[in-house]
């Protein structure tokens, strides 16, 4: 039994913790919310010197060639840090859909920018007012050419590239890949929730796009629940910081005649945090597992790591608020950062329920094959 | 990252085994941990006694202690992995009945007792000759420990004990006991107790079942009028028993909190699958269905939790604070899956299994011992406590009784 990251990897988060401490992201996070910057290109750079978004491409593609259990640890302090950076986008959705499926000359085209953080890639999905299936995808790939809108797209205004995911005259949809600054592309930023993962509207109007290798539906479900996995160590990096924030100011805040965090109502409540924070690190630990060791079970891996670490994130940052009172509610307060972060990655990638009808059909399996 | 034996891990585990292969039999899928009409007492008894013999004979019957007092000198891993292995084997209810003696009593006398104690002690407890009982908990004391009101005064070489203990697991069946005792009213509550071993057979010892809420009596009151005690049954120094009794609550916590064959998402799916709802299979509708996917993320969670303990003890380290939440994630989990399979049966699910058949014991269980575990060895509301000072540094609750002489502590 060795369910623990490695020495290695355990010092790649600390490297990555203290490149991060060092550039204050959550100054970059509220520049952001003032709309003075997209993102952190200091906090990005940063990375980029650290091998972040290199770590699971391959050597011939100017990577290190490792896997995504390697990435683990530093997205964990991505999250913790807060940093405004589309490392969801780019480096756990985007390099990971051309890695695992795209053609041999669309990783040698995109990987190596990729890696040093020069190119920033995205996906485009979901597209407003319908449900994402695979019956409801409107987008249309004719004749080597997209058409129709999607949205919210992560980082779709500063995105070279997006994975677009598109209907064509086939039974389903597939996986095309389309630069951004191509005609028939038009950016539309919309007002995101967290404005440090800002979004925006995607139109194709005969925008040109190809295939990204054979990958269908099956095939964006793969890289949703691998990169789920990769967003929930971001989620519980954020939710451990809520809980200290929380923690911190419980013993510096006196109410009463004794500090806040003396009363079993605060100390309960954090405790409580805490468990959820723990049960949500494990899950993310068996869904690290489970993309590094291509289980059979990913899905369900998946779906519990995005799961618990939802849980766990949303109820520390509400919970942060509420243990800092009035000021908490604040702008200066960081508290909100953390607020707008926990219903942005809740939803990012899939809302719960979607999860949740995964992780049944993942246990309904699970039962049978052990009664079969 | 894996989940993995090392080489000499799973050599031990092929070992454990294979000895446990050679001693008694697999679990059938139709064996329930609790039987419906158990042995009487003498006879389940005396099959444990006859297992543990053998568990020790074979050096897996308290692997941890050191070979001179008749266990193994192995290693916490390998006691977690032989753990696993008992675990799909009829074991004759050794853990029901020598848990509390060997998980809590006996370290508790390794660390604490003399070298004639440990002789005297620790060898007949782990080959099941002698039985043990931890006498703590009084009627207005549970979890505040350290306010034992029952009185141990000198007189000569030995100590007079009166009092009552209550909420004591297998008294009725045990040879000897651990108690926390009042040796000086006058100093502060941690500052007066006293703790000794205890001979149930001692007169002036009197065991009154109590029946709990399940209609089984598995715990008991113990009334003590002029108990003798030799000064020799003391364990540690004179009213230094607070730092005993900590060592022995030490071990508690790690022993309690659900059971390997515990009503599970498993058993919720099953049922689910097999009633129906609104006309269809009761896990197709949302209501149910989302409520097992939430059990699981719980259930499963825990199991994980305990792997990076199990982990952290395959490396030689001391399990994370994270091992610390685990009865309390559980424990009220087993009420919650108990609400949750009555449901899935609609109006009949609040008949028993004399109506539903014997699988349904499982649910009642589930819906009476998860009432008493959340109780049990912490309740949930000590755990938080615990989790909130002890990991996450936030300040003591404040005590009125903790300076001031304990005979003036408003009862």
């Given amino acids: ?372 | 990252m894996d989940f993995e034996d090392t080489p000499a891990e799973s050599a031990f585990r092929t070992e454990a085994r294979a000895w446990l292969e050679s001693a008694t039999r697999r679990r059938g899928t139709a064996d329930r941990e609790d039987a419906i009409s158990p042995p009487p007492l003498s006879e389940r008894l005396a099959a444990a006694r006859a297992f543990q013999r053998k568990k020790q004979e074979a050096g897996f019957a308290a692997i941890t202690l050191p070979r001179r007092y008749g266990g193994r000198g192995g290693s916490a891993i390998e006691q977690l992995i032989y753990l696993q292995e008992e675990a799909h084997f009829e074991n004759f209810g050794v853990v029901e009945i020598f848990g509390v003696g060997i998980g809590m009593c006996i370290p508790t006398i390794l660390n604490n007792g003399s070298e004639e104690q440990r002789a005297r002690y620790l060898h007949a407890a782990i080959r099941g000759d002698e039985i043990w009982c931890q006498l703590f908990s009084e009627p207005a004391g549970g979890s505040d420990v350290a306010a034992a009101r029952t009185s141990a005064k000198q007189d000569g070489d030995s100590w007079i004990i009166e009092g009552q203990k209550t909420w004591t697991s297998g008294a009725h069946f045990s040879d000897f006991g651990i108690i926390t005792t009042r040796t000086d009213p006058k100093a502060p509550k941690h500052r007066g107790m006293t703790v000794f071993i205890l001979d149930m057979r001692a007169d002036g010892v009197e065991v009154r079942p109590i029946r709990q809420m399940s209609n089984e009596t598995d715990f008991n009151e113990v009334f003590f009028n002029g108990v003798r005690v030799p000064d020799s049954f003391r364990l540690g120094q004179v009213n230094d028993g607070w730092s005993v009794a900590l060592s022995t609550l030490m071990h508690e916590r790690a022993g309690i909190g659900g059971r390997s064959r515990d009503l599970g998402w498993r058993g919720l799916l099953h049922l689910a699958n097999a009633n129906t709802m609104n006309g269809a299979p009761a896990s197709s509708d949302w209501r149910i269905a989302e409520k097992i996917v939430d059990s699981w993320l719980i259930e499963f969670g825990a199991q994980l939790l305990s792997a990076r303990g199990q982990t952290a003890l395959s490396k030689g380290q001391a399990p994370g604070p994270e091992q610390s939440i685990l009865k309390m994630l559980k424990a009220p989990l087993l009420q919650q899956n108990a609400y949750l399979a009555m449901e899935i049966l609609g109006e009949s699910g609040l008949l028993t299994q004399a109506a539903l058949g014997d699988a349904w014991r499982e649910v009642e269980n589930a819906w009476t011992f998860g009432a008493g575990i959340r109780i049990a060895g912490g309740t949930d509301e000590i755990l938080r406590n615990i989790v909130a000072e002890r990991v996450l540094g936030l300040p003591p609750d404040i005590r009125i009784d903790k300076t001031v002489p304990f005979s003036e502590v408003p009862i």
Avoid at chain 1, 60 to 84: I, N
Avoid at chain 1, 218 to 232: D, F, K, Y
Avoid at chain 1, 319 to 334: A, C, P, Y
């Fill in chain 1, 1 to 372: 039994m060795n369910f623990d990251f490695s020495d290695e990897q355990k010092a790649f988060g600390e490297q990555t913790r203290r490149m991060l401490d060092a550039l204050d992201p959550i100054a970059d996070a509220r520049s952001t919310l003032a709309g003075q910057i997209p993102y952190s290109a200091k906090a990005w750079r940063g990375l980029a010197r650290l091998g972040f978004q290199a770590v699971t491409i391959p050597s011939e593609h100017g990577g290190l060639g490792l896997s995504p259990l390697d990435l683990c640890t530093a997205a964990a302090e991505v999250g913790r840090s807060l940093a405004p950076v589309p490392s969801l986008s780019s480096a756990y959705v985007c390099s990971e859909a051309i890695r695992l499926f795209g053609s041999e000359a669309q990783q040698a085209r995109w990987l190596p920018g990729i890696a040093d953080g020069s190119i920033i890639g995205t996906w485009a999905a979901p597209e407003r007012g319908v449900e994402l299936m695979q019956t409801t995808v409107r987008t249309q790939f004719l004749k080597d050419s997209l058409w129709g809108a999607k949205a919210p797209v992560l980082d779709g205004v500063v995105a070279d590239l997006a994975i677009v995911l598109a209907a064509t005259d086939r039974a389903a949809p597939i996986l095309t890949l389309c630069e951004l600054n191509a005609t028939g592309v038009h950016r539309r930023e919309l007002e995101s929730l967290d404005p440090s993962r800002p979004v925006a509207e995607l139109t194709f109007e005969a925008a040109r796009a190809e295939p990204l290798g054979t990958a269908d539906w099956r095939a964006w479900e793969t890289i949703q629940a691998r990169a789920a996995v990769l967003l929930a160590f971001e989620q519980v990096g954020a939710a451990d910081r809520a809980l200290w924030m929380a923690r911190d100011y419980a013993l510096t805040r006196k109410s009463f005649g004794r500090p806040i965090g003396s009363y079993q109502a605060v100390k309960h409540k954090l405790a409580a945090v805490y468990a959820k924070n723990e049960v949500a690190r494990a899950h993310a630990y068996y869904g690290a597992w489970a993309i590094a060791s291509d289980a059979d079970t990913l899905q369900l891996a998946a779906a519990g790591a995005r799961l618990a670490a939802t849980e766990a994130l949303s109820f520390a940052a509400q919970e942060n608020i509420q243990t800092h009172g009035g000021v908490g509610f604040t702008w200066e307060s960081d508290c909100h950062l953390f607020y707008r972060r926990a219903r942005h990655a809740a939803l990012i990638l899939g809302p719960t329920s979607v999860w949740k009808q995964r992780a049944l059909t993942g246990l309904t399996e699970q039962l049978e094959s052990t009664l079969s």
